[in-house]
């Protein structure tokens, strides 16, 4: 079992809906991180935050909005999203200091937009 | 630029046919070079994290090896649960200390026959 769990494994929206990706870990890590992959492709950074601070925003569409309610929990808003946004949203988290460790990723949650 | 290349894009070995995989990396600073394995529609799962040249990590049959350039993954005496895309990617040293930025190469699909 993955130690960052991601609720729900599998969402399907429609172009006007508004819903939201959860993500919570419970190893004290202090950075989490938002990535989107599609199909046959390397994940791609969405956001970074680090001490509950945004520390990144890879110029990625207002339409996703994340949320650092604490250093444990990760949240993903989406708004009025487009087709081409559907993918796998995958959550990770990290320590942070002095060394490089390893992310440790999250199942994901598929994402359709119809 | 930043960048990591993976060869070959895709590897068909039957079980017991040892290989390697390839990861060829430019950064102007290595803080961290990672191995993740991806099953579809799974998030990654971490393999190993190599720090500097010459170091070498192990686990069952896959052995990781680090250069000032690339760093290969071997895999000996591959079992059919082995299939698998396999992911590189490097945390470069420069920029904001916190940030923890993965760079991930495109992957290396393993199929391993029986």
């Known amino acids: 079992d993955t130690e960052v769990t991601q609720t729900p494994k599998h969402l399907v929206m429609g172009m006007t809906n508004k819903k939201s990706l959860k993500c919570e870990q419970h190893?004290?890590?202090?950075?989490m991180y938002w990535y989107k992959q599609k199909a046959k492709k390397p994940p791609e950074l969405m956001f970074v935050y680090s001490y509950e601070k945004l520390s990144i925003n890879e110029s990625v569409p207002s339409r996703f909005s994340p949320e650092c309610p604490n250093s444990s929990l990760l949240n993903l808003h989406l708004h009025a999203l487009q087709p081409e946004d559907s993918a796998l949203y995958l959550c990770a988290s990290s320590q942070e200091g002095g060394r490089t460790y390893g992310y440790t990723f999250g199942s994901g949650t598929r994402l359709t937009v119809v | 630029e930043d960048q990591v290349t993976q060869s070959p894009e895709a590897l068909r070995l039957q079980e017991g046919e040892s290989s390697s995989l390839n990861c060829s990396y430019t950064v102007s600073g290595l803080r961290g070079l990672f191995w993740y394995r991806q099953d579809p529609g799974k998030g990654p799962e971490f393999l190993f994290t190599l720090y500097s040249a010459g170091e070498e990590k192990e686990k069952e049959r896959l052995k990781a090896t680090l250069t000032k350039k690339e760093s290969f993954l071997h895999i000996t005496a591959p079992k059919p649960e082995d299939s698998a895309t396999y992911l590189c990617?490097?945390?470069?040293?420069?920029?904001?200390?916190?940030?923890?930025?993965?760079?991930f190469g495109q992957g290396t699909t393993l199929q391993v026959k029986p």
């Open positions: 990617a490097v945390q470069p040293s420069h920029g904001s200390g916190n940030t923890g930025k993965l760079i």
């Open positions: 190893m004290g890590h202090r950075a």
